[in-house]
């Protein structure tokens, strides 16, 4: 206000007494007055426009009054101008000169801050970046939640191309957190599946191990035994869903759990024929001759039994076995002589080696010799074991000695832990990495038991202090994560009572809704951590939205339990049930309409579950069995099958009509049906081939009959009985005389070539065959026949009379050529 009012006046100043010596100033002329008003004026009216930056730079420097050279100062914007403006004005206009530098100022503070957010952004950018690309999890999310709130203070003064780069590392850090939670989720399940395993299969071996030391006279309780299996079977089917079991694993689990199996049917069919047992039982001991019927009863109960070998026999089945003539089987050791010789060489190995440790006061070592020599001894039986007792308790004394004297050696350790607390001290780590190095230092000052040495102890309390102390900060910050938690479930309650509000549970969608649940519980569970006494109030109300969700939709899940319970009832009805195949047909439509229906709970649906496809399982058990016993049965017929193919394979053109008979015959008494598709190909084809191969000898003999009556024709030595029965009739329908037609004929007939000579007369009766549509190359019986016809002619008409031993030839020559099967 001061500057302002100093500028008003400025130009109603007395002004100066002239010197002495001086003239006193002149009045200004009226016209130089008068011209001046009238350029203040105009540069009024150019400032009052809107005038570029260079009318406003020369204002600034000409202007007649110092209000027009500050205002047009003031309305500068242009850099360049405003240094050149302050430039000329320095020294000469000091209020246009300061309304400049101030506004340098500004735009200079401007563009120091846009600089600032600018690396600021770059910054957070290259920051995500290797977030995104690190390989270190701790406390991942929460520093991706801090980045995210900075960059939410710069985001609107990101180019776009700078955004969507922040934006996409982000996205895969958030993908890279999904996936560190899911591979946590799946180890911490593994771990847990393998514990489960375990402890299965020490809960087999245990079992069975009692199993072997029952006592002949007691049966162990078979609600127990089948409760135990059950148990078992299902805690190891949950412990095997969705992982990789090692197959050694589970063979142990499938061996010991079949041991199980067996040996509790063993006892149900003992409880279940007990009563034939007892009766038995008093045949026996009434000293009567029993029956050949009671003996065969005996074999029998002791069969159905099936008692497992390497568990003692009930006293019960005693009297069966005595009735069946066998003696009572001798329950094997657990480890043979030659074992327990090669345990008691090693053990007395271990005692030696552990006295030379305990001479040598190696402490550590000791404790391990001796846990071992403990072992092999536990592995011993009595007799073998019994000499190594007293000196064990020697060994025993000796190291309890040498653990006592060890304990004046703490000391020395409780400085070095203080030492290396201190170094810790000063050392620059990451606060997570040094907590858990403190931690450790300070279990291993626990493990020594701590210190009676007050100094000592308040040494290495005032290290741990200290070295925890850079700690606290980065602890404090993990509180605001925690108050951001807390907000996190807030909203989640809001989301959770808005859909409770809305929600209309006559026509909802269930699946979606429980979705819904398991997601609020999820997102619920992934809020974490949060302050305990400020998460009450949320986490109860919490409590109360999750129960008004979880009641429609446990009734919902009762409500399909019981549609599926009558679907279990169903299938176990049909496992029985004839036909098989309409049973099995039954059983797939119940699958569908298993998966038709709508929620469940978890454990209960497994229960069901497993009823349902135990029940399945017997159903299309049956069909397996019968499928395996048409496998042996076709099995059996494929290999009968193959001995007869071997014997037929060596059979061809060269053998005798006999031997293709007998193969043929034995061919066709092999029932194909039972055979495989590709065994009953090769019968088939070898079938035709046999007959193809008996098919060509027959023709071969009747072809070589056949010459011998036409050579002995044309030589005059035939005779009408050689001839067969049915050739008179074939031979009065011929009507060819000609012995030279009939041979060109036949070669017609039998695709031989003729000689030159009768080529024209060749030709000539092809084309009346064609004209009386016959053909010129017949095949199959017809042309047999025709043949046939021929050699009728030439034997018993005129033909074969007139004709020469050439023409005979050429005959035989035309039926050496056909070929038909």
Request: proline content about 4%; some cysteine; hydrophobic content about 35%.
């Amino acid at each position: 206000m001061a500057a302002f009012i100093q500028k008003l006046f400025r130009s109603r100043k007395t002004p100066a007494a002239p010197q002495k010596g001086q003239k006193a100033p002149q009045p200004a002329p009226i016209e130089q007055e008068d011209t001046r008003a009238g350029q203040r004026e105009e540069q009024l009216r150019t400032l009052a426009g809107s005038p570029s930056q260079d009318v406003l730079a020369k204002l600034a420097i000409d202007g007649t009054t110092a209000e027009i050279r500050q205002g047009a100062a003031s309305l500068l914007t242009d850099e360049s101008t405003l240094q050149q403006v302050q430039k000329q004005a320095k020294g000469r206009d000091k209020g246009v000169y300061q309304t400049v530098k101030l506004a340098l100022q500004k735009q200079r503070d401007e563009q120091a801050r846009q600089e600032g957010i600018a690396q600021t952004i770059a910054s957070l950018i290259r920051q995500v970046q290797d977030q995104a690309r690190s390989d270190d999890t701790k406390l991942y999310e929460a520093r991706l939640e801090a980045l995210l709130k900075q960059w939410s203070e710069v985001e609107t003064h990101a180019p776009p191309e700078q955004a969507q780069a922040f934006l996409e590392a982000a996205h895969r850090c958030r993908e890279r957190i999904t996936a560190i939670q899911t591979a946590a989720e799946i180890e911490k399940r593994q771990r847990e599946q393998t514990l489960q395993r375990r402890e299965t299969l020490n809960m087999l071996s245990r079992t069975l191990d009692d199993l072997r030391a029952q006592a002949p006279e007691a049966l162990p309780s078979i609600a127990s035994l089948d409760a135990l299996q059950k148990t078992q079977e299902n805690r190891w089917l949950e412990a095997t869903r969705d992982t990789s079991v090692d197959k050694q694993e589970q063979k142990s689990y499938e061996t010991a759990m079949l041991a199980l199996r067996n040996y509790l049917n063993a006892v149900r069919r003992i409880s279940q024929e007990r009563s034939a047992i007892d009766e038995l039982g008093a045949v026996l001991d009434s000293h009567d001759e029993a029956s050949d019927e009671q003996r065969a009863r005996a074999k029998t109960l002791i069969q159905e039994i099936n008692w497992p070998e390497g568990y003692p026999a009930p006293a019960l089945l005693e009297p069966l076995r005595k009735l069946a003539g066998k003696r009572k089987p001798r329950v094997e050791a657990p480890e043979d002589q030659e074992k327990q010789k090669a345990l008691a060489t090693r053990l007395q190995s271990d005692l030696q080696q552990l006295e030379q440790a305990l001479e040598a006061k190696q402490l550590k070592e000791s404790k391990q010799l001796f846990k071992t020599a403990q072992q092999h001894l536990r592995d011993l039986d009595h007799r073998h074991g019994k000499p190594f007792q007293a000196r064990m308790q020697l060994l025993t004394g000796q190291l309890r000695e040498l653990t006592d004297w060890q304990g004046f050696a703490t000391e020395p350790k409780q400085v070095a832990l203080c030492e290396q607390m201190e170094y810790l001290a000063d050392q620059p780590m990451d606060p997570e990495a040094k907590a858990d190095r403190i931690k450790e230092l300070q279990n291993a000052w626990r493990d020594l038991g701590g210190s009676s040495d007050r100094n000592l102890w308040s040494r290495f309390k005032a290290a741990s202090d200290k070295a925890y102390e850079p700690c606290k900060a980065y602890f404090s910050a993990k509180s605001g994560l925690k108050q951001a938690n807390l907000e996190k479930r807030a909203a989640i309650c809001e989301q959770l009572e808005t859909f409770l509000d809305s929600a209309d549970w006559s026509s909802i969608d269930w699946k979606a809704a429980e979705r819904i649940h398991q997601t609020a519980r999820q997102e619920w569970k992934e809020a974490w951590p949060v302050e305990f006494r400020d998460n009450r109030a949320v986490q109860k109300r919490f409590d109360e939205l999750l129960k008004r969700l979880e009641a429609p939709l446990d009734e919902e899940r009762r409500k399909n339990e019981g549609l599926k319970q009558a679907i279990v009832d169903k299938a176990q009805a049909l496992v029985d049930h004839e036909p098989l195949q309409e049973a099995m047909n039954q059983a797939k439509a119940l699958q569908s309409d298993w998966q038709a229906i709508g929620i469940t709970r978890h454990r209960e649906d497994r229960k069901l579950w497993q009823a349902f496809r135990k029940a399945c399982d017997r159903i299309f058990a049956r069909r397996d069995a019968e499928r395996s016993e048409q496998q042996q049965a076709s099995r059996a017929a494929d290999e009968s099958a193959q001995a007869v193919l071997a014997q037929s394979s060596g059979i061809n053109g060269d053998s005798d009509e006999q031997t293709v008979n007998t193969a043929l015959a034995s061919l066709r008494e092999i029932d194909t049906s039972a055979l495989s598709k590709n065994l009953r190909e090769q019968v088939q084809q070898e079938k035709q081939r046999l007959n193809q191969t008996l098919s060509g000898l027959q023709l071969r003999a009747k072809m070589a009959s056949w010459q011998s009556l036409v050579l002995a024709a044309a030589t005059g030595e035939a005779s009408d009985h050689q001839a067969p029965e049915h050739w008179q009739p074939l031979a009065e329908a011929s009507e060819i005389g000609d012995p030279t037609e009939l041979v060109i004929r036949a070669e017609i007939l039998c695709g031989v070539p003729s000689p030159d000579s009768d080529q024209r007369r060749r030709m000539e009766i092809q084309v009346q065959r064609l004209a009386d549509g016959m053909g010129s190359a017949d095949n199959g019986s017809d042309q047999l026949q025709d043949v046939e016809t021929l050699v009728a002619n030439w034997c018993l008409g005129e033909a074969g009379q007139s004709a020469n031993r050439d023409l005979a030839e050429r005959l035989n020559n035309a039926l050496s050529n056909l070929n038909q099967p």
